[in-house]
């Protein structure tokens, strides 16, 4: 009888301790799978909806970007307003009156090639892609605030690949623009707003509304088609029901510096400079696919890192690829901003370095090579352990091709994660990056004669994309320019103007 009672309490403590073992080994196996995931995970997150910004109405696994970004992106410190959380809430219920496949779409395209006095139900602005990914998606994103702003409902053409990068941003609806859309064959029509001013074809005092015209924002617009910025031109565009939005630049600065825009504009963005972070965050979210690219190559080469800067490069010279004087600017860079460590001659002693980690983007692998032979030949002179990573390197550019458009949109994305960011002089794919992180990038001067700049970047004073071609600052915007705080000149394009703090104005 003892022995029995023995052996059953032996056995008891053996199970006890196997217990024990278990609970251990499982805590162990999920502090690895932290490690290995997105940095500092453990730790409380923003909630999945950014602060208002996103709606819960869509399924996680259609789009696990919408949900999951948080995981990966530190909380923004730019709250969006609360004007600006209802007026999507109150726009998505609008798509869904007015989007595809609805009776008043229905009535609205029937409608399309008959003039009338006045605009219909639903009103409609239809995005058109223009060439390179970073132009496509700055003019995308002025393209809906311009629909937030005037009560339009935003479509977009569907025939290059865009299904393929972004998921569906409004809920219980569509925003592509239906291939059987008898605007589908006029969206390169001649029926241009510009082009018909000039022949007197249209003006502010004509009885009827034209059905739909066209808007021609181009970096080549001419001085006709900038009248779109005018307060008198758009008494009269309100009243078209069809907008047609061909452009590749980033145009909200100027729609800030329309009257009757400006009391909405500040109450939906208090922070003037916020305006691309939350419109970006809130429409843009990486199809699974592209996620997929994403969150692999993020938890293979960033997450375990300490520190991790993204460094951009784009070669607008020709000819384009490798260029010493370019690597020179960014190392220069680099140096003076104190954003990576110089190498030193002997080792630094340390019993638990640090690990930085470099994501280089660019077209040529030249840059990212001359970084990591550098760290790996030389020792830096704080200690820290530099590593530096390049996910793809396509050589030229391919729009439209759908794997490489992917790529460049994941790498985008990524770039916006790191904790700081050097950017290219006026390259949009920069742009897009800075704006999404919510960061002020170190933005490298565009280099003159083959030589490094001197000082070789500065610091940007705002997130905001610059509009490269502005209207002229005379004329109808003359006097909103001069009169208020909301834009600057951008740091690396004099011509171009930018939306900025009020600290930072001309």
Same mark, same amino acid.
């Given at each position: 009888?003892?022995?029995?009672?023995?052996?059953?309490?032996?056995?008891?403590?053996?199970?006890?301790?196997?217990?024990?073992?278990?609970?251990?080994?499982?805590?162990?196996?999920?502090?690895?799978?932290?490690?290995?995931? =997105?940095?500092? /995970?453990?730790?409380?997150?923003? *909630?999945?909806? &950014?602060? !208002?910004? #996103?709606?819960?109405?869509?399924?996680? @696994?259609?789009?696990?970007?919408?949900?999951?970004?948080?995981?990966?992106?530190?909380?923004?410190?730019?709250?969006?307003?609360?004007?600006?959380?209802?007026?999507?809430?109150?726009?998505?219920?609008?798509?869904?009156?007015?989007?595809?496949?609805?009776?008043?779409?229905?009535?609205?395209?029937?409608?399309?090639?008959?003039?009338?006095?006045?605009?219909?139900?639903?009103?409609?602005?239809?995005?058109?892609?223009?060439?390179?990914?970073?132009?496509?998606?700055?003019?995308?994103?002025?393209?809906?605030?311009?629909?937030?702003?005037?009560?339009?409902?935003?479509?977009?053409?569907?025939?290059?690949?865009?299904?393929?990068?972004?998921?569906?941003?409004? =809920?219980?609806? /569509?925003?592509?623009?239906?291939? *059987?859309?008898? &605007?589908? !064959?006029? #969206?390169?029509?001649?029926?241009?707003? @510009?082009?018909?001013?000039?022949?007197?074809?249209?003006?502010?005092?004509?009885?009827?509304?034209?059905?739909?015209?066209?808007?021609?924002?181009?970096?080549?617009?001419?001085?006709?088609?900038?009248?779109?910025?005018?307060?008198?031109?758009?008494?009269?565009?309100?009243?078209?029901?069809?907008?047609?939005?061909?452009?590749?630049?980033?145009?909200?600065?100027?729609?800030?510096?329309?009257?009757?825009?400006?009391?909405?504009?500040?109450?939906?963005?208090?922070?003037?400079?916020?305006?691309?972070?939350?419109?970006?965050?809130?429409?843009?979210?990486?199809?699974?696919?592209?996620?997929?690219?994403?969150?692999?190559?993020?938890?293979?080469?960033?997450?375990?890192?300490?520190?991790?800067?993204?460094?951009?490069?784009?070669? &607008?010279?020709?000819?384009?690829?490798?260029?010493?004087?370019?690597?020179?600017?960014?190392?220069?860079?680099?140096?003076?901003?104190?954003?990576?460590?110089?190498?030193?001659?002997?080792?630094?002693?340390?019993?638990?370095?640090?690990?930085?980690?470099?994501?280089?983007?660019?077209?040529?692998?030249?840059?990212?090579?001359?970084?990591?032979?550098?760290?790996?030949?030389?020792?830096?002179?704080?200690?820290?352990?530099?590593?530096?990573?390049?996910?793809?390197?396509?050589?030229?550019?391919?729009?439209?091709?759908?794997?490489?458009?992917?790529?460049?949109?994941?790498?985008?994305?990524?770039?916006?994660?790191?904790?700081?960011?050097?950017?290219?002089?006026?390259?949009?794919?920069?742009?897009?990056?800075?704006?999404?992180?919510?960061?002020?990038?170190?933005?490298?001067?565009?280099?003159?004669?083959?030589?490094?700049?001197?000082?070789?970047?500065?610091?940007?004073?705002?997130?905001?994309?610059?509009?490269?071609?502005?209207?002229?600052?005379?004329?109808?915007?003359?006097?909103?320019?001069?009169?208020?705080?909301?834009?600057?000149?951008?740091?690396?394009?004099?011509?171009?103007?930018?939306?900025?703090?009020?600290?930072?104005?001309?």
């Amino acid at each position: 009888m003892k022995l029995r009672t023995l052996f059953i309490t032996c056995l008891l403590l053996w199970l006890l301790m196997l217990l024990s073992l278990f609970i251990i080994f499982n805590h162990q196996l999920l502090d690895a799978m932290t490690i290995n995931g =997105p940095r500092d /995970s453990g730790k409380p997150r923003e *909630d999945k909806l &950014l602060g !208002g910004l #996103l709606t819960e109405e869509f399924d996680e @696994g259609s789009c696990l970007s919408r949900y999951q970004s948080s995981l990966y992106r530190k909380p923004s410190p730019y709250e969006p307003s609360h004007y600006l959380v209802s007026k999507l809430r109150s726009y998505e219920m609008l798509h869904k009156r007015c989007g595809p496949g609805t009776e008043a779409y229905k009535r609205a395209t029937e409608q399309l090639g008959h003039d009338s006095r006045s605009a219909g139900e639903c009103r409609y602005i239809v995005w058109v892609a223009a060439y390179g990914l970073g132009n496509r998606i700055l003019s995308l994103v002025s393209a809906f605030l311009y629909a937030l702003l005037t009560e339009r409902v935003l479509l977009v053409d569907q025939r290059t690949d865009i299904t393929h990068l972004f998921c569906e941003p409004f =809920p219980g609806t /569509s925003w592509l623009l239906p291939l *059987d859309s008898p &605007l589908m !064959g006029r #969206l390169d029509s001649s029926r241009c707003y @510009g082009t018909m001013l000039k022949t007197h074809a249209i003006n502010s005092t004509i009885r009827t509304t034209p059905s739909y015209l066209s808007l021609y924002l181009m970096h080549d617009y001419e001085d006709h088609d900038k009248m779109f910025f005018c307060e008198r031109d758009q008494n009269l565009i309100r009243q078209v029901s069809w907008l047609v939005f061909n452009s590749n630049m980033y145009s909200v600065p100027s729609l800030w510096l329309i009257p009757s825009f400006q009391t909405e504009l500040i109450k939906l963005f208090p922070r003037t400079d916020t305006v691309f972070h939350h419109l970006g965050r809130y429409l843009l979210h990486p199809t699974n696919q592209v996620w997929g690219l994403i969150t692999r190559f993020y938890n293979a080469y960033l997450s375990r890192a300490d520190e991790t800067l993204g460094v951009q490069v784009r070669v &607008l010279t020709n000819p384009a690829g490798y260029l010493e004087h370019v690597m020179n600017q960014i190392l220069e860079c680099t140096k003076r901003e104190k954003l990576l460590p110089e190498v030193a001659a002997t080792n630094k002693t340390s019993t638990s370095p640090k690990l930085k980690a470099v994501l280089v983007t660019s077209l040529y692998p030249e840059y990212s090579e001359k970084l990591r032979n550098m760290y790996w030949e030389s020792p830096s002179s704080t200690g820290e352990m530099v590593q530096v990573h390049q996910p793809s390197q396509e050589m030229y550019q391919q729009t439209d091709e759908k794997l490489h458009d992917q790529k460049a949109f994941a790498e985008m994305y990524l770039l916006s994660l790191t904790d700081k960011l050097v950017t290219s002089g006026i390259s949009t794919f920069g742009y897009v990056a800075q704006g999404l992180g919510g960061s002020k990038a170190w933005i490298l001067y565009r280099p003159t004669n083959h030589s490094t700049p001197d000082p070789p970047c500065v610091k940007a004073v705002s997130m905001e994309p610059c509009f490269h071609r502005p209207p002229p600052l005379y004329g109808c915007q003359a006097e909103p320019v001069n009169s208020t705080g909301f834009v600057t000149r951008c740091e690396e394009w004099i011509t171009g103007i930018k939306l900025v703090d009020s600290e930072y104005v001309f």
